[in-house]
DNA sequence: AGAATGGACTTTTTT
DNA sequence: AGTCCATTCT
């Protein structure tokens, strides 16, 4: 196996220096001389839409043609499985199919995964590990949790999860992290994080962290295989250098390290992954880390309307963490950007239809050059719906995909039992499913025997005659370590789709979905089918090593949402804001611009949060290419009833006259001094904030018919929304700041309901977020 | 054991 | 509105 990785390919690049050439041709001097610049280290800082991705395909090509390189000295890191397919599709347009073979071009996560299948026994694992997404990585701390006694409710497991995850990527151990532990939370996460390792090694499974920081020991504890990769990998790459964490980090120098070599591109202003620790000094540290890297500015863009650029600039100058960049373009003016107020999520649905019905009847625009971003995954609902009536072709990017469905998630955990029995977590999944008489108080007894032993959950099953279980129940255990042991066996040796559809006829899933006959689980049943037909097509491209059923698990966790997805149909883009980045689309739409949901409400507290979310927002703009539509709706569903809400803070920053229009033509103006961002504090001081804003805004902007401005605001004190914001009825209003007996102080969110009925959401310094009944809670307005 | 019922709680974003 | 959990019923 270690021979197949460092194997010469076949046919020697054709390098010569005219092709080499080519390759730069079509490049603007900086990108040339990033291009060019090939011996050292090379720091890209480029805006959105300056070709940076383009830039760095073009490099590789270039190091290829110009014979600087071999194919399988490029190492090549991006952010998800697209980007590098692109990647690896142009360089092969440029240099040639067989020029440009054995590349070492993917996403961290999957490039260091497929390594570590050659090296895990260094590390004790063996080459068949699982590997855990977060559901999995959940299920083992559930039950730790359970064992040790720690209330759900009250440090979910959610959180658990993401402060344990936090410290693997920071390289922090379980000791010191005990060590460092400050507020109960990270006590908690303390005593979890080393039984929570232990019970991953224990099962052979990998969880996403670890794909990283395994090597990393790995190449501590084994010099001589960090020699021989740093040796293999000249030329070292990465993109969106701006969303590594530490982890990645340290692994990049690591391998960096001998020939120093190493091309990062990153934009600090589109860092959007701070919250899964992605640091974006990591670009600050390369400079330190490298004194002597040339560093290249790209802030030409090739992308944007002048006008959408200068929306753009206006939005990320609020930021005080950042680089100072000059973005310009030679593009036209462009049309004026256009700001929809609408009721309801469901109107905003409407108006989206109607405007892209509109452009592409009256413009000629196709379908496939509209995108609709959005926040939150659920938002996408109503925008669905609204095309679904419209009859517009649409796909979601991400949402639940394919992989993620229930009945998939199941039959593929059977499928990674029988590859690694030790799999714990699917162990659970799937132990009583479909119901085998297996229930919770045998599951019990089998991991305290288990724990007990010392042994895996798998090992505790194959010696149930020890557990002393009710005959019954042992028996049931042992019809089910018969189904797993039998298919394992013929794990290696039958086609990995057979092994898949005996697994989904034997456990019974396909009989069950079959039986139900309800149109839903007739779908599940053809998504099996569907999932077992994919795993023959799997097997077949790629032969049988590669092709085997572990290699076909493994490669499945990796896959995203964006991958997969047929691209050349003509149809409308929905997407989160997330999924959007590094994308580009002549028309998009930004919509749900609310307080509470763009910014989303916990993420408005802080500063630095607040920063994201708005650099987030500079994303979304940036996408745009001709046309931007950024929408709100004055009132969303939520929690199974429809609230009121405000437009979000991001509208009224904007101070760039001439570049928004309402959708009547009217000028926009925002209000910038509605929410006081007080400069010289850590956090925003949402005391300053103006509590009657909310009122007067509903009033004045009279709605969709902005021509009866006048008119609605003289009717206005018996209009709609009296009875919410009645201040002599309620007594309080968002924004307002109040105190509790118990909770203590806090700010007003929201007011819903009237009367005796009226909650309102605050959230409170200490405790967080709560509904209260206004007529129980006895606030008190503070200040 | 397992189904059924009722209640609390929920929403970030993702490799 | 949906999901997850606990309790109760069969």
Redesign the pocket.
């Known amino acids: 196996m270690q021979r197949q990785l460092f194997q010469l390919p076949k046919e020697e690049a054709r390098s010569s220096n005219e092709e080499a050439e080519l390759i730069v041709q079509g490049l603007n001097r900086e990108q040339q001389e990033a291009v060019r610049t090939s011996e050292g280290p090379v720091l890209i800082i480029a805006g959105p839409g300056s070709g940076k991705t383009r830039t760095l395909t073009h490099r590789i090509a270039y190091l290829i043609a110009a014979g600087k390189a071999r194919p399988y000295q490029i190492l090549a890191l991006t952010?998800?499985?697209k980007a590098a397919r692109e990647m690896k599709e142009r360089i092969q347009k440029l240099v040639g199919d067989t020029a440009a073979k054995g590349m070492w071009m993917g996403?961290?996560?999957?490039t260091f995964a497929r390594l570590l299948r050659t090296e895990a026994d260094k590390i004790g694992f063996t080459a068949d590990f699982s590997i855990y997404?977060?559901d999995d990585s959940e299920r083992i701390l559930?039950q730790l949790m359970e064992r040790f006694r720690i209330d759900?409710?009250q440090f979910?497991?959610?959180l658990m999860r993401?402060l344990i995850?936090g410290a693997k990527n920071g390289l922090v151990s379980p000791a010191e992290y005990a060590r460092l532990a400050v507020t109960e939370q990270q006590a908690k996460a303390a005593q979890l994080y080393g039984p929570y390792e232990e019970a991953l090694r224990r099962a052979n499974a990998m969880d996403?962290?670890d794909l990283?920081i395994r090597p990393i020991e790995l190449f501590q504890k084994s010099p001589e295989t960090l020699e021989r990769y740093q040796t293999r990998w000249s030329y070292v790459h990465i993109d969106e250098y701006q969303d590594t964490n530490h982890a990645q980090y340290v692994l990049a120098k690591m391998l960096a390290d001998k020939h120093r070599n190493i091309c990062v591109v990153g934009d600090d202003a589109q860092s959007?992954?701070a919250?899964?620790g992605a640091d974006i000094g990591n670009i600050l540290s390369f400079q330190r880390d490298y004194p002597d890297a040339k560093v290249i500015r790209l802030e030409q863009n090739y992308r944007s309307t002048k006008r959408i650029l200068q929306l753009a600039d206006s939005i990320i100058k609020r930021n005080q963490d950042r680089l100072d960049k000059e973005l310009w373009t030679d593009n036209r003016e462009g049309d004026y950007v256009v700001l929809m107020e609408a009721l309801s999520e469901k109107d905003e649905a409407q108006k989206i239809e109607r405007t892209i019905r509109d452009l592409q009847v009256r413009l000629g625009h196709t379908y496939r050059e509209f995108a609709v971003l959005y926040?939150?995954?659920?938002q996408s609902r109503s925008i669905e719906d609204a095309l679904r009536r419209g009859s517009i072709p649409y796909r979601v990017?991400?949402g639940t995909p394919f992989f993620q469905r229930k009945e998939i998630k199941d039959v593929l955990a059977y499928l990674r039992l029988v590859v690694n029995p030790n799999d714990t977590a699917s162990i659970t999944r799937v132990i009583?499913y479909p119901?085998?008489?297996?229930?919770?108080?045998?599951?019990e007894e089998l991991a305290a025997f288990a724990r007990r032993e010392g042994v895996s959950l798998w090992q505790a099953i194959e010696r149930v005659e020890e557990v002393g279980l009710?005959p019954?129940?042992q028996a049931?255990v042992e019809r089910f370590r018969f189904l797993i042991a039998q298919h394992a066996a013929q794990a290696t040796s039958r086609p990995a789709d057979e092994i898949a559809r005996s697994i989904a006829e034997d456990t019974g899933i396909l009989h069950e979905l079959h039986q139900e006959k309800t149109e839903e689980s007739l779908m599940r049943w053809q998504n099996v089918q569907e999932l077992i037909s994919g795993i023959a097509e799997f097997a077949a491209e790629r032969g049988d090593e590669a092709g085997s059923l572990s290699a076909f698990l493994q490669d499945v966790s990796?896959m995203?949402?964006?991958d997969g997805e047929e691209e050349d149909t003509n149809r409308v883009t929905l997407?989160?804001?997330?999924?959007s980045k590094g994308l580009e689309f002549p028309v998009v739409f930004i919509s749900g611009l609310e307080e509470g949901l763009f910014p989303?409400s916990?993420?408005s507290q802080e500063r630095k949060?607040l920063e994201?979310?708005r650099r987030?927002f500079y994303v979304g703009v940036t996408r745009a290419q001709e046309r931007l539509f950024l929408s709100y709706a004055r009132s969303r569903?939520?929690?199974?009833?429809q609230e009121p809400t405000v437009r979000s803070r991001f509208l009224d920053e904007i101070d760039v006259p001439d570049v928004i229009r309402t959708e009547a033509g009217g000028m926009f103006n925002g209000r910038s001094d509605r929410f006081s961002l007080g400069a010289s504090t850590r956090e925003i001081s949402y005391n300053e904030m103006d509590p009657y804003y909310y009122r007067r805004n509903l009033r004045q902007n009279g709605g969709p018919q902005q021509k009866s401005r006048t008119a609605a605001r003289k009717s206005a004190p018996s209009s709609e929304r009296r009875v919410v914001y009645d201040e002599d009825q309620v007594g309080i209003v968002p924004g307002m700041i109040v105190e509790h007996d118990l909770f203590g102080e806090g700010k007003v969110l929201a007011i819903e309901g009237a009367g005796d009925q009226a909650k309102a959401t605050v959230f409170f310094k200490e405790v967080g977020q709560k509904?209260l009944m206004l007529k129980f809670a006895k606030l008190r307005r503070v200040g």
Do not use: C, P, W
Not at 435 to 441: D, L, P, S, Y
Not at 575 to 579: F, G, K, P, R
Not at 637 to 641: I, T
């Open positions: 952010f998800t499985n996403t961290f996560h999957a997404d977060t559930k759900s409710k979910s497991t959610r993401s995850s996403f962290d990283l959007i992954y919250f899964r926040r939150t995954n659920s990017v991400g009583n119901a085998r008489g297996i229930g919770e108080k045998t599951q009710a019954r129940a049931a990796l995203t949402d964006a997407m989160t804001l997330h999924a989303l916990m993420a949060d994201e979310e987030l569903f939520r929690y199974g009833n509904k």
